[in-house]
């Protein structure tokens, strides 16, 4: 085998580290029955490598390239000219020269050929770096091929390929470039083939843009294609658009544009049996690398060519069911507010509990939770109830879209049928009657101190649980911690069901009794502030207590600049103020150091575990409050609620029958400030026992380790835990899974999960009413009343949080761990959320005017500018 030139025929996609992704992908085209592709050759990365090592000062270029950010365009675009300059200058050797010569020799060095870059990083099933280095078409000549070979290596640094290389966290060291040498095809019309619509992500819709000429015009920009959409061989749309130019390759090389006749110009690219022709070539070949693709193809004498196909990357994954059936999947981790990708063990353990609450399928998809709810949509009455005011109704945008789907009266006719359960039930119908019996009760006798007793016998059962689980390892671990799930789920959840439903309750009868009588609009919104059983607000102005500890030792401030989890008390015992710090600390993670940002996933480092976490938000604590603010603000809070339920009472008495309304009402407020609040105490005390699961599972990952069946402790994590249970009990584990999950995972860490999705991979989305929102406004749904304006502090890591007076958080979603935040912002603005998700509610205990579900607003708002936040109407207005 020559090292320096491959034959297409000589390569597969083990090749691909000497072909790079463009070559391989090529060579394995070649390779399918009945698919045209253009002979050609791969000038390897054994023939890059060598050029490298001649060219002068290669290396000592490239190192401050190595340190560059991915925003420097100006540092990165003066190092990588003179890289280009470099490797463009650097004499091609003689034994490349010779290769590339008997191949040309071969195949006709009077021919024209297409001289493309091909990367070790391109068109892979990760990243497909399309368009990152450079292409040469209708090359003549070997001294033209030779140069512009050089020319692409020379591309492996453009701007462009190295800022996506940075973004990608590729190492320029280890990106290579092979160079493709194909013959030219010069067709009557190319285009571009998806076997996946690029729109919806339709797995079975196929789009076909198509333009006269070369390819060259369409992925330039310079005409607008004709599209075409297939579906399972049916023509099922088209858009003809007016192609004013095409580009043709010259005789003696190089390419030229040509105006079309206008009588051309709106003529249909392709028939519509060439677009069924193509549809076939595409499924064909999709089906060969099992996965949809991006191909590129050309029109010549009637016979279609292939001279490119790759990955499509952007695809969102569809969860693995396979019963011939259609699904719509609704996303959990929207309704969970936790979007970010979970960790395979995460991802199965977290539903063991949400199954106790919901009998919904359950389903993965990218790293994110799924519920399957085709099972409600396909009948009649389950859509009505669970769309309006079941789960469905959690997430506006999610509504929407499922309301969308409904739309679609014949495909609701095909989905998978069978028992509903609205996605309400946790335990029997028998649960759900005695829990509002008891909630009945419980409201009549109105006990503030029921919640204190609930807390301090459920907080009293961890300890217990944790003496237990001490002795407990290998199968028999997994065993016992699905037991006490089982347990923990009756003695927090059903036991209680009535507790946690009277406020919820009490407060619905409120918002529709005031708007009635008084016609108040979010009357419960200042109500609710100061709730003295509320676990998570509470977590929030606590730490304020932690802050007014550490303002006052200097030394310890300065430690928190670089402080060592691992070693964080024993650090702290030697220093002024340390002990008194240390044991502040202590005694707030011994609360709440259970939690942590996504903490639904177990695998997440608790605030126990890297009590450096909090570091920031004590920091922002001290900067914006001044010693004792826990009290005040809370006292502050509660006086408005007072006055507010003072005045709302005054103006009932005055109504016809007023005594009466009044008299209901302030009962009813009574009964929501009391029990309200315990609806945030389930999670937080099944987080004390994911805390103490995974101490024992970290102890069981350690043998593991110790026994040479995992490599790290964390490899435990990228296991479900029913397979971590069968290698506790054989000792026997393939490696290579963890191996690939580790690097699935980065992948889906890029990908955007959609809110709503069917088994075709079609995305579904929902819209806003616009109403009378001001032109320019960015939509949401408002949460927490209030007008506010101020500067947008744009937060994705609860950890990198820097806030001053007067900032409002935007941010992709906050859980529980953010509510120390929610103490020094004036605003809160998320892409996900609902009126009951967790931001909602504690900005309306704060008294924080909120927006959530304001799509992509991360990006569309800049981190400095001043925004107005409408929390009553549910708009953001950016002001600067």
Not at 149 to 173: E, G, M, P
Not at 371 to 393: H, M, N, R, W
Not at 517 to 529: A, C, F, H, P, Y
Not at 783 to 794: D, Y
Request: charged fraction near 25%; glycine fraction near 8%.
């Amino acid at each position: 085998m020559n090292t320096y030139v491959l034959g297409f025929p000589e390569i597969d996609k083990t090749k691909l580290p000497v072909v790079g992704g463009k070559g391989a992908n090529l060579g394995e085209l070649s390779r399918i029955e009945g698919i045209r592709v253009p002979e050609g050759f791969c000038v390897t990365t054994e023939a890059y490598k060598k050029t490298i090592g001649q060219t002068p000062g290669f290396h000592a270029l490239l190192e401050p390239l190595l340190h560059v950010k991915a925003d420097d365009r100006e540092k990165i675009s003066e190092i990588s000219g003179k890289i280009r300059g470099a490797i463009e200058e650097t004499p091609i050797a003689q034994e490349i020269e010779e290769a590339v010569t008997r191949y040309l020799m071969v195949l006709g060095d009077q021919h024209a050929y297409a001289v493309r870059s091909s990367a070790t990083a391109e068109d892979l099933p990760t990243a497909s770096f399309a368009g990152q280095q450079d292409t040469y078409l209708n090359i003549v000549g070997k001294e033209a091929i030779l140069k512009h070979i050089s020319k692409c290596w020379a591309s492996l640094f453009t701007d462009r390929a190295v800022i996506y290389r940075l973004q990608n966290n590729f190492d320029h060291n280890k990106v290579h470039l092979s160079v493709v040498i194909q013959k030219m095809v010069f067709p009557e019309a190319a285009g571009i083939m998806f076997t996946a619509d690029p729109i919806t992500a339709n797995r079975k819709v196929l789009s076909v843009d198509a333009s006269f000429g070369l390819g060259e015009a369409l992925v330039s920009g310079l005409v607008d294609a004709d599209i075409y959409k297939v579906r399972e061989g049916k023509i099922v749309s088209k858009k003809i658009s007016t192609k004013k130019l095409a580009i043709y390759g010259i005789k003696e090389g190089g390419t030229r544009q040509v105006l079309l006749e206008p009588d051309k110009q709106s003529v249909q690219t392709l028939t519509d049996a060439q677009v069924l022709q193509l549809e076939k070539t595409g499924r064909r070949i999709e089906a060969y690398f099992g996965r949809p693709q991006d191909i590129e193809w050309c029109l010549y004498d009637g016979q279609f060519y292939v001279v490119q196909s790759r990955p499509i990357t952007t695809l969102y994954p569809v969860p693995d069911v396979e019963d011939g059936k259609n699904h719509v999947y609704m996303s959990l981790a929207h309704q969970q507010m936790m979007t970010d990708v979970m960790k395979p063990f995460g991802l199965s353990f977290f539903p063991v509990w949400l199954k106790k609450i919901s009998n919904d399928p359950l389903v993965a998809a990218g790293g994110r939770m799924y519920v399957d709810v085709s099972y409600e949509l396909a009948s009649p009455i389950a859509a009505k109830i669970f769309v309006k005011t079941g789960l469905g109704s959690a997430d506006i945008l999610i509504q929407k879209a499922l309301i969308n789907v409904l739309k679609r009266k014949d495909y609701i006719k095909t989905l998978a049928r069978g028992k509903t359960t609205l996605g309400l039930s946790g335990g029997s119908m028998g649960d759900m009657i005695s829990g509002l019996n008891q909630a009945r009760k419980i409201s009549r006798e109105n006990d503030a101190g029921l919640i204190r007793k609930i807390i301090a016998r459920q907080d009293a059962l961890v300890p217990d649980m944790e003496q237990r689980i001490s002795d407990k390892s290998g199968a028999g671990l997994i065993d016992f911690i699905l037991r006490d799930m089982d347990e923990a789920f009756k003695s927090i959840v059903l036991d209680n069901y009535g507790v946690a439903t009277v406020g919820i309750l009490a407060s619905g009868w409120l918002k529709r009794h005031l708007k009635k009588w008084l016609g108040e609009k979010d009357v419960t919104n200042i109500l609710s502030q100061s709730l003295s059983n509320n676990v998570t607000s509470n977590m929030g102005l606590e730490l304020l207590d932690v802050a007014d500890v550490v303002r006052q030792y200097p030394a310890v401030l300065e430690y928190f600049r670089h402080a060592d989890d691992a070693t964080f008390f024993k650090d702290l015992e030697k220093l002024e103020g340390g002990k008194a710090v240390g044991d502040s600390m202590g005694n707030y993670l011994k609360k709440y150091g259970a939690r942590c940002p996504g903490e639904i996933d177990i695998t997440r480092p608790r605030w126990a575990e890297k009590p450096t976490m909090l570091i920031p938000l004590i920091l922002n604590d001290i900067k914006n409050f001044a010693p004792g603010s826990h009290e005040i603000i809370f006292e502050q809070k509660r006086l408005e609620a007072e006055q507010r339920a003072q005045e709302l009472i005054g103006r009932l008495e005055k109504l016809p029958g007023g005594r009466k309304k009044a008299e209901r009402t302030k009962k009813k407020i009574s009964v929501m400030r009391n029990f309200v609040g315990f609806r945030e105490y389930p999670k937080y005390a099944m987080m004390q026992r994911f805390y103490v699961y995974k101490q024992a599972l970290k102890k069981e990952a350690a043998r593991l380790v110790q026994e040479g069946l995992i490599r790290e402790p964390e490899d435990i994590y990228y296991l479900t835990y029913e397979e971590l249970r069968k290698v506790c009990d054989t000792n026997q584990l393939d490696y290579d899974i963890i191996t690939r999950r580790k690097a699935d995972c980065e992948i889906f860490e890029k990908l955007t999960p959609p809110r709503v999705m069917t088994s075709d991979g079609e995305i579904i989305t929902g819209e806003y009413d616009t109403g009378d929102i001001p032109k320019g406004a960015l939509i949401g749904v408002p949460v927490s009343t209030g007008v506010i304006e101020g500067r947008a502090r744009i937060i994705l890591k609860l950890e990198e949080a820097q806030i001053e007076e007067g900032d409002i958080l935007v941010t992709a979603f906050t859980d529980p761990s953010w509510t120390p935040l929610f103490v020094s912002i004036k605003g809160l603005v998320s892409e996900v959320g609902g009126m009951m998700t967790h931001g909602a509610v504690v900005a309306r205990e704060y008294g924080l005017p909120a927006v959530v579900s304001v799509e992509n607003v991360t990006s569309l708002i800049k981190d400095g500018q001043r925004i107005r936040v409408n929390g009553t109407k549910g708009y953001v207005e950016i002001l600067e």
